[in-house]
């Protein structure tokens, strides 16, 4: 069926003559303050609607941006701990092959170093052990002549044992003994300097996380 539109009268009267009601007729003619104040309206709607954009455009700009400075300055973080590991290995072999090659002209420095640091330790004892994978008589001498300045009074007794390290020795006394391993002096130095970088990329990786949620 064809639906028929509904007549509208526009504006109804009442029995005073009053308009009870009235139609909402579209206005076509503006005078030249009202086109103004129209054409203000919608440049300001327009100007505010550009604005907003352009800031949530800006905003997404700086997320991305701090986005990729945080990566970036995780993988810079990265290459400055590995560079710094391979600075310590290169520090380790050099200092390794220092002391080996001292260890090979002085092989009896060590020795004397300790007995002079024991002073007051070894000065009531009345025997030194000293046990050398080969205690020679540069060794032996120099062992003597250190307990002599360290103030150890009694002898000191030399035994071979090849099964230690070369330049490894140990001392024992009455009241207690001292001992030096080349390989595990290095072995905790390498230890103590592994654990004190990854500390510091624990610490670097904390600092970078909180500027990053920052």
């Known amino acids: 069926m ?20 009235q139609s909402k007729r579209e206005k076509k003619f503006f ?11 919608a440049y300001a709607d327009g100007e505010n609607s550009a604005t907003a954009r352009a800031q949530m455009m800006q905003a997404s700009a700086i997320q991305e941006l701090a986005s990729f ?28 092959r220092i002391a080996a090659e001292a260890l090979d002209r002085f092989p009896e420095a060590p020795v004397a170093a300790t007995l002079e640091a024991l002073g007051q330790e070894i000065e009531k004892a009345t025997r030194l052990v000293l046990l050398s994978s080969n205690p020679d008589d540069a060794l032996k001498g120099a062992a003597q002549d250190a307990a002599h300045m360290a103030g150890f009074p009694g002898a000191i007794q030399f035994r071979e044992t090849p099964q230690m390290p070369k330049g490894a020795f140990e001392i024992v006394w009455s009241d207690g003994r001292a001992s030096f391993d080349p390989d595990q002096v290095f072995n905790a130095l390498e230890a103590a300097l592994s654990e004190a970088l990854d500390a510091e990329a624990y610490h670097q990786s904390r600092v970078n996380s909180g500027m990053s949620h920052g």
């Open 2 to 21: 064809t639906q028929h539109q509904k007549f509208d009268f526009g504006t109804v009267f009442g029995d005073g003559g009053n308009v009870v009601a």
């Open 69 to 96: 400075a945080a990566e970036g300055l995780g993988q810079l973080q990265e290459a400055i701990h590995a560079h710094k590991a391979e600075c310590v290995k290169l520090a380790l072999v050099c200092a390794q």
């Open 31 to 41: 005078t030249p303050d009202e086109v103004e104040a129209i054409r203000a309206e």
